[in-house]
């Protein structure tokens, strides 16, 4: 039987007719019949084994980073406790006692380098509450007062004032002065109460009066 092939084929042209494939070889100008037919795709074979693991390759320098910003600082903690003290009366003790000090250049800044403990000049008897001084200055500048007027009708307070001779309770010691409660009922400006109720006398502020009335007794006798 005569095969109709394709006129004009170039090298490797394939052609089927009738089941067989046919190629062109173009060394031999002529089609050859291929007589390898495809067979069925067999089936995939077992996976062989891992090969073993390579060497780890060396470590490379990579460039270290920049420094990060700084970061916020956190706010103070609070503070601890404060340490217990325990403070007694001293009524008793017949020691003199005597204060530590600093000047005024330690004060102004907060510091105390060199501590001066006061001498004999000025010292404290817990037995008998006497605080000791050669002298007691007193505020008195006029650059600090206002209101500023002469004390008037002074005789007439000053008799109204009782003078007292009496002990004390503390210590039984004898002295003399006047008593806070009745100075308030004539001169309350001069007399100050404890939170406890106990009252305090400002002795000095009775000057002023002293002076004021041997004046009015001056011009009386004129």
Not at 82 to 105: C, H, R
Not at 110 to 122: C, E, F, P
Not at 145 to 169: H, M, P, Q, Y
């Amino acid at each position: 039987m005569a095969i109709n092939f394709p006129s004009n084929p170039a090298n490797n042209d394939t052609y089927s007719y009738n089941g067989q494939n046919w190629y062109w070889a173009n060394n031999y100008s002529v089609w050859l019949a291929n007589t390898l037919a495809i067979g069925y795709t067999g089936s995939i074979g077992y996976t062989g084994s891992i090969g073993p693991i390579g060497y780890t390759g060396s470590t490379g320098a990579g460039y270290t980073g920049s420094i990060g910003d700084k970061g916020y600082t956190g706010s103070a903690g609070s503070g601890g406790g404060g340490g217990s003290v325990s403070l007694s009366a001293n009524n008793t003790d017949t020691i003199s006692y005597y204060f530590p000090m600093a000047n005024s250049t330690e004060l102004a800044t907060a510091t105390w380098s060199i501590g001066t403990v006061s001498n004999s000049y000025l010292y404290f008897i817990p037995s008998t509450g006497t605080l000791n001084s050669q002298i007691f200055n007193s505020l008195s500048d006029v650059n600090k007062k206002s209101n500023i007027e002469t004390i008037g009708s002074a005789i007439d307070t000053i008799n109204k004032l009782r003078g007292v001779s009496f002990d004390w309770k503390d210590n039984g010691r004898h002295s003399y002065g006047l008593i806070a409660q009745e100075v308030e009922q004539v001169i309350p400006a001069i007399v100050s109460t404890a939170p406890d109720g106990t009252k305090t006398l400002n002795y000095d502020a009775i000057i002023g009066f002293l002076i004021e009335a041997i004046k009015e007794l001056a011009n009386n006798k004129r």
